[in-house]
C-alpha cells in the first residue's frame, strides 16, 4: 500500500473550473478496485493551491488509475488550469485505518 | 472537516523507534470520535522523513486531541528524535471517502 501527494497550484481564474474537474476524478477514482482513498484538499493560506491524497493497494493500481476515461478526462480537463507543474511525492503507508 | 499535513524529518538512528512511538499514536488517535484519519507515511525516496496525514470533523476535535494521553506520551517520546522542527500544513478537505 503506498500513496500518492499531489501538489497542484491552479490559475486563480480556473478554481471553480478546476474543482468541479476534480470532484467528478475523486467521486469515480474513489470506487476503483484498487483505490483507498483519494481525497481533494485546498490550502487554507492558499485558495489556488490543492491537493490530491491518493491511496493505492499496489503498483498496479496507479496504473490502471491512469487509464480510466475519468483519470484521462480529468487530465484534459485541468492541464490549461495549471500555474505551474504539478508535483508528486510518493509515500509507503505504515498506517492507514478508517476512524 | 479539515486535514493536517505535519512533515517530520528524524535523525536516522531513531527511525525505528519513532514508528514505534507514532504507530501507537496512530492506533489510538483513529478511534478519537472527532477523528476520520490518522495516516502515517515514510517518504519513498528519503526513509528518515515522515508524514501524518490527520482529518478532523471540526477544530475542537484537534484541542480535544493534544489533550489525549497518547497525543502528549507521543510528543514526549519523539520530541528527541526530530532532525529539524516539523512543519504543518493545514487544508479544507473537499472530498473525503472511503473506497
Not at 486563480?12 to 474543482?19: C, L, M, R, Y
Not at 469515480?28 to 478496485?33: D, W
Not at 480537463?77 to 498506517?95: G, I, Y
Request: proline share 5%.
Amino acid at each position: 500500500m503506498f500513496a500518492v501527494l499531489v501538489q497542484i497550484h491552479v490559475k486563480s481564474e480556473f478554481v471553480d473550473a478546476f474543482i468541479e474537474a476534480t470532484l467528478d476524478n475523486c467521486r469515480n477514482s474513489v470506487h476503483e478496485p484498487g483505490i483507498a482513498t483519494f481525497d481533494l484538499l485546498r490550502a487554507q493560506d492558499d485558495p489556488a493551491c490543492f491537493s490530491l491524497y491518493e491511496i493505492y493497494h499496489m503498483p498496479e493500481a496507479q496504473l490502471a488509475h491512469r487509464e480510466t476515461a475519468h483519470y484521462l478526462r480529468w487530465r484534459e480537463a485541468v492541464e490549461p488550469m495549471m500555474a505551474e507543474p504539478r508535483t508528486f511525492s510518493k509515500l509507503d503507508v505504515l498506517f492507514h485505518e478508517e476512524g
